[in-house]
């Protein structure tokens, strides 16, 4: 099947300094798109670019100056051919977008998460993670990976409380490796839209719901969240991650380790991120000694 019957590309945008220094002719979301379409060999996949509404009420002017700019991007050098859609009626926070491609928009039985400074160091073959999902319908996400994978970075990972698990995945008939993974990361990625509406977003709504959110644009914090309550659902051992449960106490953790920075978790801590991990089907691409495959453009881009 053609790639545009499987992919369509989600594309999350805000203005950049709005109170300060408005950066209204963002030229990394253009090279985002860009290297998205040239690198990863997209032809005919439609890209959906989504401006947070919540400028319109503070800055209803730069938001009417900020769509002319987008819509005119269509005709920039290199861009004339891409499928490009700049979506109108936009909700406030990237998570309440992110709702609305998953449930409306998207027309494609899978979806890029894109946000709008990001880079591609090479080409990527977008035809066998495709084939990854179609063949193992236990897999629901795959991101691409922003750091080499060396033991380095997989300890930093592990201290930055972030990838519990990290480890290649085995099991799977796979046409493109994969390490298996603990947490959904809004960081460049692949994900099933069927597993989005029939399980991440209930997972969301039942463990983070609006009231819970951090209200800003990051749907990974949520995210996170919700999979931490996820964890601690799947274990008794009467500890908690972190303060996700005013009445656990917190502490136990993942990997077992007898390091100062994380670890402590007991037996059934394991048995609970591992569970958690199939249930999820959080993926990385990559294997052993890969370099990076995505990077940020823009480590200043700040919402204000
Ligand atoms: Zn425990």
């Excluded at 972030?162 to 046409?175: F, G, K, R």
């Excluded at 136990?252 to 100062?260: A, F, M, R, V």
């Amino acid at each position: 099947m053609e790639l545009s019957n499987l992919l369509s590309v989600f594309v999350p945008t805000h203005i950049i300094r709005a109170s300060s220094e408005p950066y209204i002719e963002n030229e990394m979301i253009v090279e985002t798109i860009l290297q998205a379409y040239t690198k990863l060999g997209l032809e005919g996949v439609e890209f959906y670019v989504y401006p947070d509404d919540a400028f319109n009420e503070t800055h209803p002017e730069l938001m009417k100056k900020y769509y002319e700019y987008l819509e005119s991007i269509k005709s920039f050098k290199g861009l004339e051919s891409i499928k490009i859609n700049i979506v109108k009626d936009t909700r406030k926070t990237m998570r309440n977008n992110w709702l609305k491609f998953v449930e409306e928009d998207c027309k494609t039985p899978y979806m890029m998460f894109l946000e709008h400074d990001w880079g591609f160091a090479d080409h990527i073959d977008i035809k066998k993670i495709i084939n990854n999902f179609e063949k193992n319908p236990s897999v629901g996400y795959v991101k691409f990976n922003r750091f080499p994978h060396d033991d380095r970075m997989r300890s930093l990972a592990v201290a930055h409380n972030w990838d519990w698990i990290y480890e290649q995945e085995q099991d799977l008939d796979l046409d493109i490796p994969m390490f298996k993974i603990t947490f959904y990361s809004g960081n460049p990625h692949i994900a099933r839209i069927k597993k989005c509406k029939e399980f991440y977003i209930p997972q969301m709504l039942e463990h983070c719901p609006p009231k819970l959110s951090k209200g800003t644009s990051h749907l990974e914090k949520d995210m996170k969240k919700a999979e931490l309550r996820s964890i601690d659902s799947l274990r008794d051992c009467g500890f908690s991650n972190q303060s996700t449960d005013g009445n656990k106490a917190w502490g136990h953790q993942w990997p077992l380790s007898g390091g100062n920075t994380i670890g402590r978790g007991c037996k059934k801590c394991e048995a609970a991120i591992t569970e958690h991990q199939k249930k999820w089907g959080l993926y990385m691409l990559g294997d052993w000694g890969d370099n990076s495959r995505v990077f940020h453009l823009g480590e200043w881009c700040r919402k204000e």
